[in-house]
């Protein structure tokens, strides 16, 4: 700044000098000259294009430049005018018109390696104008106050513009993913299994390769974690200092397969609360830094913050670099472990038999359309319920059943009960037959014989079955799990008692069975439908991972460009460049 | 005749209700927390087949809960319907099926549902209802 004002009043105050170092300037715009300057500017920095302007620019600069390192940047800088940029938050975004053809003399890695430089991040061009960030408000002030006040070698007056804004948008492609990926094998110490992510939002080499991936966004820190789960499991530190976190969500994924890590160093990020530590529960961690984040200021003493860190990663002997007392534990051997499920159980093959016959064709006949047939399923005095669950008030709930649900921790009512219980072949056949069209998957199907008397026999039928209907909403994949009582009749039996239970399906059976429809023999879709609906996903799969947007938004983007896959592509660049992508699209 | 019969089914249906509802309330209070009375509620020759491990008699059974890891069971949707008398020669018998999301130690929080056949039975005080058969799964896809 002391700088801007100094060169005012020696130009002003001065005229013959000034007319001569602009016409100077003039006459050094010639085609000759401005290869000369790319010439030299494409070599290195500063000192280069003194030598070009053969003074000029040192008349600018006075002598001052010498002693004050720090104005180095606005030397560089002095070929910016205007920015056009209309973002506005927290993050000051400093910019300036560059004359295009300056950019060669400038070269970006100039600016940009330099250790003092303000230029930190993402420095890029839109238009004329360059465009950049800087950290802190005062920094962004202190360049405004610059505006109008340098001039360029042309003898304009450079503009300078700042505006709060949040952070640059920073999206995943595969090609960004594969760049990270080399610089985190640069940072990877093997002999150590040592990964050193500090400061990675000013990693050098991706700052070269105009990547702008602080680990503080969670898609980015999710895809670090991916890769790290892929390619170093073996990891046994883990350095991410210096990165702004203030969440440790993307890291839990570790848990079950970094075993070897044993020591994390979280020192100097933006965590507020202890409990974040919980995601990292289950890590069987030895030495953890957190000095420098918030939440160490919260304890009163030293001790429960020592606790409080033990209460969550009790294998820890080494804090903030300090050795604690070893913790002394009980010896519970809590080391139970589940029984593995097993496939369908049959008392005898008799039983499968008969069982198996009956529920192949009850289901053809439930998912044909036409569930009328099924009367010869069921005894004259048989009966039927179902009632349905909702996992959570975050998902839809099963609302094409909800209303014949009679679950008995909803419904009180005795008499509405006993509405919602069918009773007789024909009123459960016709309850059967008002239900949404149905696709099971056979595949799925478990059945667990509980009880077979000469008379009387029981089994649970259970799997996932999906909607059918044009919308994606109606081909919701559903698990489901039925209980039968059945007595003998003829060769086969017929139904008693029909109670059948409907939820959404886990997460585990999405992933399972989504693309895999096996179409049945009767009621199939057709086949078009159900290819296009695998290439959709894949779509909005691969568009996930190249915007990094989350899944609702891709598919959304994706739908309303119909499919096209290009273009939608070229509409979210476009949106995305001028910021009209809200940030929750990129929130997964 | 026939609206005495009406009125039976009514009645019995209600009573699998009360009945249902109390028994999966007071099932997984034990199964979470006292699980080794848990066998109690099961006949002595009763069933279980849980996520496809068949075990039979009530000692089995008892051992069998006993050797799962801790739980913590969230009942969220339950549903029962009576046996009619004509189908069970007059032993009173009603079918429950529960559903909702478990946690076992070890393990993440799963969805699962469960039914089991209860049945009348003469008792020290008075009739209880004891557990013939108990069928239970997780939604989840079989392990490959």
Redesign the interface.
């Known amino acids: 700044m002391s700088m801007g004002r100094s060169s005012r009043p020696y130009f002003e105050h001065d005229d013959r000098d000034t007319r001569t170092v602009q016409m100077d300037r003039r006459r050094k715009f010639n085609k000759r000259n401005f290869r000369h300057n790319r010439h030299y500017g494409d070599e290195g920095g500063s000192r280069n294009r003194r030598v070009d302007y053969d003074g000029d620019i040192d008349m600018v600069g006075v002598s001052k430049r010498s002693k004050d390192e720090r104005f180095k940047p606005y030397q560089m800088g002095s070929n910016f005018k205007k920015n056009k940029d209309s973002r506005k938050k927290n993050r000051g975004k400093g910019g300036g018109n560059a004359a295009s053809s300056y950019r060669r003399a400038l070269p970006l890695s100039n600016i940009q390696s330099s250790e003092n430089s303000w230029f930190k991040i993402k420095f890029g061009y839109v238009g004329n104008a360059a465009v950049f960030y800087v950290n802190e408000v005062e920094q962004a002030n202190g360049l405004k106050k610059l505006n109008g006040i340098i001039t360029t070698p042309s003898g304009f007056k450079m503009s300078i513009y700042c505006q709060r804004c949040p952070p640059p948008v920073c999206t995943l492609n595969d090609e960004t993913q594969e760049k990270i990926k080399v610089c985190m094998s640069n940072r990877y110490d093997v002999a150590q299994k040592l990964l050193n992510l500090s400061n990675f939002y000013c990693d050098s080499g991706l700052k070269t390769e105009g990547i702008y991936a602080p680990l503080s966004r969670f898609n980015i820190f999710s895809a670090v974690v991916r890769i790290i789960k892929e390619h170093i499991p073996e990891l046994e530190k883990l350095d991410l200092s210096g990165n702004k976190l203030n969440r440790l969500e993307p890291l839990s994924s570790l848990v079950s397969t970094c075993k070897e890590l044993k020591s994390l160093i979280l020192g100097n990020n933006c965590l507020s609360t202890i409990g974040e530590l919980n995601f990292l529960k289950g890590l069987e961690l030895q030495e953890l830094y957190l000095d420098g984040n918030p939440l160490c200021d919260k304890f009163k003493d030293q001790s429960s913050y020592i606790s409080a860190v033990r209460e969550r990663l009790p294998k820890t002997i080494r804090l903030d670099g300090k050795d604690l007392p070893p913790p002394i534990t009980f010896d519970l051997d809590q080391t139970v472990e589940l029984p593995k499920a097993h496939g369908s159980y049959f008392p005898s093959d008799d039983v499968k038999l008969l069982i198996i016959q009956f529920l192949e064709q009850y289901y053809v006949v439930y998912d044909s359309g036409d569930r009328q047939q099924l009367l010869e399923a069921y005894h004259d005095h048989a009966m039927f319920s179902l009632f349905v669950s909702k996992q959570s008030s975050r998902e839809a709930g099963p609302d094409e059943y909800i209303h014949e649900s009679r679950n008995l921790l909803r419904i009180k009512d005795s008499n509405f009960r006993n509405r919602l219980l069918k009773f007789g072949r024909l009123a459960v056949v016709s309850a059967l037959s008002e239900l949404p069209a149905s696709q099971h998957e056979p595949s799925s199907f478990t059945v667990d014989v509980g009880f077979v008397l000469p008379t009387l026999m029981n089994f649970t039928v259970s799997g996932v079955f999906r909607g059918v209907g044009k919308s994606k909403h109606k081909q919701q994949l559903w698990t489901f799990s039925r209980a039968f009582v059945v007595v003998p009749q003829g060769r086969g039996f017929s139904v008693v008692n029909d109670n059948l239970f409907i939820s959404n399906a886990s997460h585990s059976q999405v992933e399972a069975y989504k693309l895999t429809p096996t179409p049945s023999p009767i009621s199939s879709p057709g086949p078009s439908t159900e290819k296009s609906l695998i290439e959709k996903k894949q779509m909005v799969e691969q568009f996930m991972r190249q915007t990094g947007m989350n899944e609702s938004f891709s598919a959304k983007c994706l739908e309303e460009n119909e499919w096209n896959y290009q273009k939608s592509a070229l509409v979210f660049n476009e949106l995305n460049m001028s910021s009209l992508i809200p940030s929750e699209a990129f929130q997964k | 005749m026939a609206a005495s019969v009406i009125v039976d089914?009514?009645t019995q249906?209600?009573q699998a209700?009360q009945s249902?509802?109390e028994f999966a309330r007071i099932y997984y209070e034990k199964f979470d927390k006292q699980r080794h009375l848990i066998s109690n509620l099961y006949e002595q020759s009763g069933?279980v087949?849980?996520?496809?491990?068949?075990v039979t008699g009530r000692e089995n059974i008892g051992k069998f809960f006993q050797?799962?890891?801790a739980s913590e069971s969230d009942?969220?949707?339950?549903?029962?319907?009576?046996?009619?008398d004509?189908?069970?020669?007059g032993q009173t018998t009603i079918?429950v099926?529960a559903?909702?999301?478990i946690k076992?130690?070890?393990?993440n929080r799963?969805?699962f549902?469960e039914?089991f056949?209860l049945t009348a039975k003469q008792g020290n005080d008075g009739s209880v209802w004891r557990v013939?058969?108990?069928?239970f799964?997780?939604?989840?896809?079989?392990?490959t």
């Open positions: 089914r009514k249906i209600s209700c249902g509802e069933n087949v849980w996520n496809g491990n068949y050797n799962l890891p009942l969220l949707s339950l549903d029962a319907q009576p046996i009619l004509e189908f069970v020669q079918l099926h559903a909702g999301n076992f130690s070890g393990k799963c969805k549902s039914s056949l013939v058969s108990d069928t799964r997780f939604h989840e896809p079989l392990p």
